[in-house]
């Protein structure tokens, strides 16, 4: 405003330092004896309307004031009057100013108000709307959200019995537009689903949220330094954005929405007073149409212009950009490790590297999966099991000897009994044979032990001697260990002899007959 008070030889002083010796700001202002922000200010207005050192020197005073500030007109004459209510609306642009908005209105009315008196006229308009700003509303800027103190209610259809539900309200405060939607809590899932659905309906995120310091939003409340709950940050994080909350008992912080709630409860609750609702979907539903209305209706205090139409006109295009994939809450919980490297987590259990036993760490539950951090990175993840007092084991979790011991896989001693001879694959055959009433386990160990005997011995004795126990009718890899270790193998006469028995007590076959 101090600019065009200046006389015109002490704008062209200025003009002459900034563009001519090429003093910065500060020097210039020293030099002139003016204010940084009033060197600063007049440049950029000589800028604005064309001006060069030159024509600006060439100019006599008159002229140079007209170029920048102006025709005079003659006393009683009128000038083009702002249209105010679209000023007030453009200045919640970012970065949108009084003095730039002076320089377009002189570009369509060149004998139009100076500055002083076109900030005026605004300043006086603004005063008559009788609207008190406590804060100044840049569009795209925040989004303030509470939960209504009146709430709608559910129905059950085979009882008649009604509950009482929440109503959600949020609002961009730069164009007023209102989000609502019921929910059946406050509780944490509920809070950030909501949060979720009211960035989906605008289309895109605000730089900061404005909420209560509510349970769901808090862990910490606090006049200064209130804590943030952790899923509450991770969905702020997920939409870039940030948690500002509102100062307890202090609710000029977020004047917008309490302005909200009470529209919304004049607007939608009172329209359901009569209508019953036997689900959340349906409610929701028709919370929809009407806040479609609310958005909607012209606004007298803004020359007739809706919400939405304010809100496609200066918000949405602000607004940024939804990431790719809806936020999904989670619940965090710091659990230890147990001593076979796998954590409790709702009934099941889910591992991670056996390094970590005896540790602590952190859980993040969600409907989907689990991950589990140690000092803020990621140690493990899993899929998430509703299966109770079941194990989720990663193989690359377990130890070497675990592994192999979990990994007994059949295939890989009849691919060494192979190797070895035909006598050994049809003895290694016989161990893992699952019509035995054996347990697997105790036929794959048995296979083991042959496996293990004949690396020692090497493959000649091993197959030699598989083919001498599969004779005598050996269904364990004691027979070929016994063998080999008393070098049978290597024995030139291994026929079994077969003579009979003669004895009073040994009935002959003749007995049977």
Request: aromatic share 8%; charged share 25%; proline share 5%.
């Amino acid at each position: 405003m101090a600019a065009e008070r200046l006389p015109m030889r002490k704008i062209r002083e200025i003009l002459r330092l900034r563009w001519v010796l090429e003093y910065g700001v500060r020097q210039t202002a020293l030099s002139a004896g003016v204010s940084t922000g009033v060197v600063s200010r007049t440049t950029q207005r000589a800028q604005a309307v064309g001006l060069t050192w030159e024509l600006a020197e060439a100019l006599t005073e008159t002229a140079l004031e007209e170029r920048l500030y102006g025709r005079s007109l003659p006393p009683g004459a009128a000038r083009a009057e702002p249209d105010l209510a679209w000023m007030h609306t453009e200045l919640k642009r970012p970065g949108m100013t009084l003095e730039l908005l002076h320089l377009e209105y002189l570009a369509q009315h060149r004998d139009g108000l100076r500055y002083t008196a076109f900030c005026d006229r605004y300043r006086r308009w603004k005063r008559r709307r009788k609207v008190t700003l406590r804060q100044p509303h840049k569009a795209g800027e925040r989004l303030q959200v509470d939960f209504s103190g009146k709430r709608p209610w559910l129905t059950d259809r085979e009882t008649g019995a009604r509950t009482q539900v929440e109503l959600f309200v949020g609002v961009l405060p730069a164009s007023g537009m209102i989000f609502a939607k019921a929910t059946r809590t406050q509780q944490l899932a509920d809070w950030v689903n909501v949060h979720a659905d009211a960035f989906e309906y605008f289309g895109g995120a605000t730089r900061a949220i404005v909420p209560d310091q509510l349970r769901s939003a808090v862990s910490s409340p606090d006049a200064y330094e209130p804590t943030i709950n952790r899923t509450y940050s991770e969905l702020a994080r997920h939409y870039g954005t940030a948690i500002v909350p509102a100062r307890p008992a202090k609710p000029q912080d977020k004047g917008a929405v309490e302005r909200a709630v009470l529209t919304a409860q004049r607007w939608i609750l009172a329209c359901l007073r009569h209508e019953t609702f036997f689900s959340l979907a349906a409610l929701n539903a028709r919370i929809a149409q009407l806040l479609e209305d609310v958005n909607s209706r012209p606004q007298r205090q803004l020359g007739g212009v809706s919400r939405r139409q304010l809100f496609e006109r200066i918000e949405r295009s602000v607004l940024i950009a939804l990431p790719s994939t809806r936020f999904e809450p989670s619940k965090w919980r710091t659990v230890k490790v147990n001593r076979d490297y796998h954590v409790e987590l709702e009934r099941h259990y889910y591992s991670v590297p056996y390094t970590l036993v005896g540790e602590s760490v952190e859980a993040r539950v969600t409907s989907q999966g689990i991950e589990l951090f140690l000092h803020g990175q990621r140690v493990a993840a899993h899929a998430r099991s509703h299966v109770p007092y079941r194990r989720t084991t990663d193989p690359e979790h377990r130890p070497k000897n675990h592994t192999a011991w979990v990994d007994r896989d059949p295939g890989g001693l009849l691919a060494w009994a192979t190797a070895v001879g035909p006598h050994a694959t049809a003895y290694m055959r016989r161990l893992l044979d699952a019509d035995t009433n054996m347990h697997p386990d105790t036929r794959w160990r048995s296979g083991a032990g042959l496996r293990r005997v004949g690396e020692r011995y090497g493959a000649a004795r091993t197959e030699r001697a598989c083919e001498i126990a599969f004779r005598l009718g050996g269904r364990s890899y004691k027979p070929v260990a016994n063998i080999l270790k008393h070098s049978r193998d290597q024995q030139q006469d291994t026929r079994i002899e077969t003579t009979p028995i003669v004895h009073n007590q040994v009935r002959g076959p003749e007995y049977y007959q």
